[in-house]
């Protein structure tokens, strides 16, 4: 079956920098689009940014446009958030999750990390 793990979760102080990574498993992953979401306590899920199949085409939310910055490697089935200049208001739950590339929805989520950012 699909599988999406998380690492690289912790706590850090704010301006400092960390790094997600996703794992993914039982699916042709070069073939779909795959982002990273987060959810705040008390907040819904909110989305942070997305890569495309080959890597050529991103996107972020504006609240972290210019810190975060995601990629993916194909050959290892793996994606990443590169999260520098931190905030107190970055922490959350971390998901990352992936989709074929018409469908507008997610098909597949992994199990989170959580990300604490202290001041």
């Known amino acids: 079956q699909v599988q999406l793990v998380e690492s690289g979760g912790g706590l850090v102080q704010a301006g400092g920098s960390l790094r997600l990574s996703c794992a993914a498993s039982g699916l042709t992953f070069s073939r779909y689009t795959t982002g990273w979401f987060r959810q705040a306590p008390g907040k819904e899920r909110e989305f942070v940014a997305r890569i495309n199949w080959s890597g050529g085409s991103t996107s972020y939310a504006d609240s972290v446009k210019g810190r975060f910055t995601i990629s993916r490697d194909n050959a290892k089935n793996t994606m990443y958030l590169q999260m520098s200049s931190l905030k107190t208001e970055d922490t959350a739950v971390y998901y990352c999750?992936?989709?074929?590339?018409?469908?507008?929805?997610?098909?597949?989520w992994g199990q989170g990390t959580q990300v604490t950012v202290s001041s």
């Open positions: 999750a992936s989709k074929w590339p018409l469908s507008s929805d997610y098909d597949y």
